[in-house]
T-cell receptor, first 116, second 112 residues
Framework: DQQVKQNSPSLSVQEGRISILNCDYTNSMFDYFLWYKKYPAEGPTFLISISSIKDKNEDGRFTVFLNKSAKHLSLHIVPSQPGDSAVYFCAASARRSGGGADGLTFGKGTHLIIQP | DSGVTQTPKHLITATGQRVTLRCSPRSGDLSVYWYQQSLDQGLQFLIQYYNGEERAKGNILERFSAQQFPDLHSELNLSSLELGDSALYFC???????????FGSGTRLTVV
């Protein structure tokens, strides 16, 4: 049972436009969400995160929105640039009551292609 | 360079063999996480260590084990290897659990 789902395996967006990547989760214990970017032959790179007490977090061209009632989050990239072409992973974690957190639960990723 | 070092980068071995993957976390990070990425499964959490102690277990097979040493480096041991164990194995570290993890560049394991 996939607890974090990225339903679009790939997404093609024109350079300069907005890229919107979506992610749904099922586990209501998740309280911290992250987006990672991955190029081939490299490890995932942390992009941006959001705590469940917020509904929006912005960092430069990247904004993450969280809709807890819908168990949905999205990553907006504006404007999209050629270097943004990569696989984007949504991830979630649940904090333990004694502190710390379990490992991240990842979605299967969305391959974003920015077209010139 | 992310600061998380994984060795070796590539490993080819035969079925039934045992291998050890090594990870040095970023300086100052106490938590180490191991992940497996296979073609059809995405990134799967295997196990977490915090300051030398096992903290959480994910989808780790009994044939696999890990440990974190006093100098905080970690090793993932894979034994009785099967063809299906072929995958990318990533190590990640964080200073505090739940913060943005930093991943290494991975070890590509091919079992033939």
């Amino acid at each position: 049972d996939q607890q974090v789902k990225q339903n679009s395996p790939s997404l093609s967006v024109q350079e300069g436009r907005i890229s919107i990547l979506n992610c749904d989760y099922t586990n209501s214990m998740f309280d911290y969400f992250l987006w990672y970017k991955k190029y081939p032959a490299e490890g995932p790179t942390f992009l941006i995160s959001i705590s469940s007490i917020k509904d929006k977090n912005e960092d430069g061209r990247f904004t993450v929105f969280l809709n807890k009632s819908a168990k949905h989050l999205s990553l907006h990239i504006v404007p999209s640039q050629p270097g943004d072409s990569a696989v984007y992973f949504c991830a979630a974690s649940a904090r333990r009551s004694g502190g710390g957190a379990d490992g991240l639960t990842f979605g299967k990723g969305t391959h974003l292609i920015i077209q010139p | 360079d992310s600061g998380v070092t994984q060795t070796p980068k590539h490993l080819i071995t035969a079925t039934g063999q045992r291998v050890t993957l090594r990870c040095s976390p970023r300086s100052g990070d106490l938590s180490v996480y191991w992940y497996q990425q296979s073609l059809d499964q995405g990134l799967q959490f295997l196990i977490q260590y915090y300051n030398g102690e096992e903290r959480a277990k994910g989808n780790i097979l009994e044939r696999f084990s890990a440990q974190q040493f006093p100098d905080l480096h970690s090793e993932l041991n894979l034994s009785s290897l099967e063809l299906g164990d072929s995958a990318l194995y990533f190590c990640a570290s964080s200073v505090a659990a739940g913060s943005g993890y930093t991943f290494g560049s991975g070890t590509r394991l091919t079992v033939v």
